[in-house]
Structures are given as C-alpha cells and as structure tokens.
C-alpha cells in the first residue's frame, strides 16, 4: 500500500569547487607545485602567464555566453564565465601587494637527485659473483626478493620453499634454503642482512668484527644471556660470566656500535628522499615579527588566449553546425575549469597566510625568544576563532606545512599543544612540560634513571600538578624508554 509522508532533511553538499579548494589546502609547496603541473597538462584553457602573452586588461574577451538557442540543450546547460576576470592583470590578491609577506625563495631551483640501485639489486649484484649453478641463483634470489627493507627475513623456510615450487617451479626443502641463507646471503654486505630476528643479526656483525677480549664477551652475552642482556639485568649478567663492571661495560660498547637494521644504512643512503621546503619563512626586522609566504606557492595563472579567441571567433559566426557547437562546449568546459582552479589557488595563498599570520601573531613571545617555554597552550578552535575559517581547514593547514624561523625549521603543527593549570593557577602548554621532563630525564644518573614515580614527583616539586600516567603518556610521545631501559653501567 502506497503512503505519503512529509519528511524534513537537513543536507550538506560541497561543490566541486569547494572539494578542489581542501585539497589544494592540504597540499604542503612541493606537491602543490606537481597539482599545478598537472593542472596545466590537463587543461589546455590554464596557462602560466610567465610562458605565453596574455591580453592587457583593455583587450580582456568579453564573456562569452551569448549564444542562447533552446534547441541546444548542451549549449544551454554549459556553466557560464567571466572570462574578462581572468584575463585581466586587476586579479592579484591584495595581501600579496605587501612587501612582508613574499619569500625570496621563488626562484629556487629543484633539488637533483642522483640515480641509485635498490636494497635487493645491490645483495643481487653481490649474489652473482659466487659460483653457483642456475638452481641456485634462483633460490638466492628469491630469497633476497623476501627480505624487508630493513634487512631481516621474516618468512619461515617452509614458506619459501612452498612459494618456490608453487611460483618457481623449483622442487627444493629447508635445508638447502637454510644452506644458501647462512652460506650466501648472510655474509653480504651490510653485515647482519639475511637475519631472522635481533639475536642472530647482532651475532653476524659480532662474528664478523676483529676478534678481542670484549667483541668474543659481547658476543657470548648475546648468545647465551640475549634476554637479561635485553632487560638490562646487568647484575645477573656479572654473575653468569664472572666478569667487573668495566668488562661488562667495555662489551656493552661493542655491541652498541652494532647496526639493528643492517638494511636501513644502505636505503637511508640511497634512496630518495623527500625535499622538505618552508611554507612560510618568519624573520625578525627590527625587533618585529615578519612573515613571508613562500613564492612558490603563488603561481600566476592566466586563461589562455587562445581558447579566449575561439569563443570570440564561435560568437561572431553566424551559422554553427554541429561540430562547432561540440567544440565550444568543450572549450566552455575547460574555461570554466580554469576559472575554478585559478579561484582556488587564490583562495588557497589567503587562507594560508592568514592562519599562519594569527599563529605568529598568537605565538609572538616564542618566536621573538625562541624559548619552548614561551609556547602558549593553542588548539585549533583558537586559530579557528580568530580567523573565521573552520577548524578543518586549519588543521588541514598545520599538518601538512612547515615554517622555517630563526630557530630552525618547523612542521606547525607541533606548535599546537593542550593546556595545563600550575600551582599558580596559570595555563601553561603542555609542549613547555614535554622540555621540562626531557630536560630532567637528560640529567639524571644514567646508572639510577628516574622512574616515572620520580619524574612526577619533580614536576609536582617545579609547580605542575600532573599525574603519574600522564607522566609516561608525555615520555612514550617523545620515545624516551622506561627507567629499567635507560639504565647504563
């Protein structure tokens, strides 16, 4: 049975153009710059005023949305534009005429990067200078093709040679693939790769360093007492080998200078990595704050003109057949997507200057100091209220962005932190806690670290009422290990 009912809904839609703004938001200055490339290979109507001639604002193409025939429903449904606005040199935003608030940095050439070879092709090319038949070469490099990018072999050998005869075609057992690891594989450069955990990874590179009193003790340590050694339990350590506290210690030595993760040291070399550049610069100009908005991020973009001519040419044409109504709705189509775009970009230079202005303004002691402890407690809904823009947005900011200041470099988010009220009853930042604790924990005894009961008991002793798990919350969020771990002989 069929039923009418009255129903209120409440929607939200984003246009595309709101949806296009966010994402270029988010984008930090290297990846803008690629959307900005793309943008210009895709759309033929977008052009870089630095590439091509562009009319003067007197020669600006009149909109051209004249053609109005309702026998063409394509025509009629083609968005309309202005295009005497992007045409025009009138379109520059106003806070980009100040002098304060455009880098240097806009003519900054790209960083080259060398060629290089991966982790596995590096172990391959070293594969092949043993003598070993074609079975073999196969087996080794499928086992190489297994390793983690860190080094390790974290597959079981039943695995492999399941995979070897399902995928390969080659009929082996564990023995052989344990031979060719431990024979091979494991006396490559770097030392250690090819391990199946910790232990046997720092046994390799031990076995493989000079011999001496101290590398033949550590080495012995983690063969026969890995899980005191792990524990720090260096009392029961003496006791198993009958050895002194210098002893103990010069071991220890030896076996920090071991590499956890043979893989990391060839990769973190080779591989190319990403090329962090500023978003904004802060400067200091006669005991003011100055903030530049790095010119990368300003791109002058222009309709091209000659997709501006073909609408003029198509509205001065009397009788259009079919294949120019086609090819105006196709241009139409690209102007208005330009017209977006260059919108957006707008949008975006001012939606980042004007939070990262208020984040400076808000946090003005810390950057004419430099002192972490100056860093006022600042959450988004602060900056959000201040600007008029929504929280979203300036998270979307904060995260993705870097600024650099007379004290380095830095991603802005971290300049946001919670608040916490001292014995005084003033808000401090919980950032300025964070330095306080690692400072603490950077001078304590190394041979009694402090337990978390200690560290609250000293911040409550300096005028932070703060609790014993917020104590290790703080400490696991700036990686500092438990006492029992930071115990040294």
């Given amino acids: 049975m069929l039923k009418q009912d009255l129903k209120l809904k409440q929607l939200l839609k984003l246009s595309p153009q709101q949806i296009q703004l966010m994402k270029l938001v988010q984008l930090p200055t290297l990846a803008f710059e690629e959307a900005v490339k793309q943008e ?32 063409d429903n394509e025509i009629i449904d083609a968005p309309d534009i202005n295009i005497d606005e992007y045409l025009s040199d009138d379109e520059i935003p106003s806070y980009r005429t100040q002098s304060n608030n455009y880098s ?15 982790f596995q092709e590096h172990l391959i090319s070293q594969l092949h200078t043993f003598r070993l038949n074609e079975e073999e070469i196969e087996i080794t490099d499928f086992i190489v093709g297994n390793l983690h990018d860190d080094g390790y072999l974290r597959r079981d050998l039943s695995a492999i040679v399941d995979d070897l005869a399902f995928t390969q075609g080659i009929y082996t057992d564990e023995e ?8 091979y ?26 011999q001496t009193e101290f590398t033949e003790l550590a080495y ?63 400067r200091i100009v006669d005991g003011k704050l100055e903030l530049l908005l790095n010119g990368r991020n300003a791109p002058e973009l222009k309709v091209s ?3 501006s001519e073909m609408l003029d040419t198509y509205k001065n044409t009397e009788k259009k057949s079919r294949e120019q109504k086609d090819a105006v709705m196709f241009v139409k189509q690209k102007l208005d997507s330009a017209k977006w775009f260059i919108d957006a970009v707008k949008q975006r230079q001012q939606t980042l200057y004007i939070t990262m202005k208020s984040i400076m303004d808000y946090q003005k002691n810390y950057f004419l100091s430099g002192d972490e402890e100056q ?26 962005k870097y600024v650099n200041t007379p004290y380095g470099t830095l991603l802005i988010k971290d300049l946001f932190s919670e608040s916490l009220t001292n014995s005084e009853g003033d808000e401090v930042s919980t950032r300025e806690i964070k330095t306080i604790l690692q400072d603490v924990i950077n001078n304590e005894d190394p041979k009694k670290p402090l337990t978390d009961d200690n560290l609250m008991k000293i911040l409550n002793e300096k005028g932070y009422n703060i609790a014993r798990r917020t104590i ?10 438990v006492a029992r771990l930071r115990k040294k002989i």
């Fill in 305 to 307: 003109r000659e997709y």
């Fill in 40 to 71: 210009l290979e895709e759309n033929p109507a977008l052009e870089d005023i630095s590439n091509e001639d562009y009319y003067d604002a007197s020669e600006s193409l009149e909109a051209s949305n004249d053609y109005d025939e309702s026998s």
């Fill in 375 to 400: 860093i006022k407690p600042m959450i988004l809904k602060d900056i959000s209220e201040i600007t008029g823009l929504d929280i979203s947005t300036i998270s979307r900011v904060a995260n993705s």
């Fill in 104 to 118: 240097d940095e806009e003519d900054e050439t790209e960083m080259p990067y060398a060629q290089y070879i991966s």
């Fill in 185 to 210: 594989i494991q006396k490559l450069d770097p030392t250690g790769v090819g391990a199946r955990d910790l232990q046997e990874c720092l046994l390799l590179q031990l076995k493989a360093k000079n």
């Fill in 472 to 481: 290790a919350k703080y400490r696991d969020q700036l990686n500092i290990p």
């Fill in 176 to 183: 052989t693939v344990e031979k060719l690891l431990v024979n």
């Fill in 220 to 282: 012995k340590i983690i063969d026969e007492a890995f899980d005191a050694f792990t524990k720090k339990h260096y009392s029961k350590l003496q006791q198993k080998f009958s050895i002194t506290d210098d002893e103990l210690k010069e071991a220890i030595n030896e076996i920090e200078k071991l590499n956890p993760k043979p893989g990391k040291s060839f990769t973190n070399n080779s591989k190319n990595t990403e090329q962090i550049i500023p978003d904004f610069t802060i």
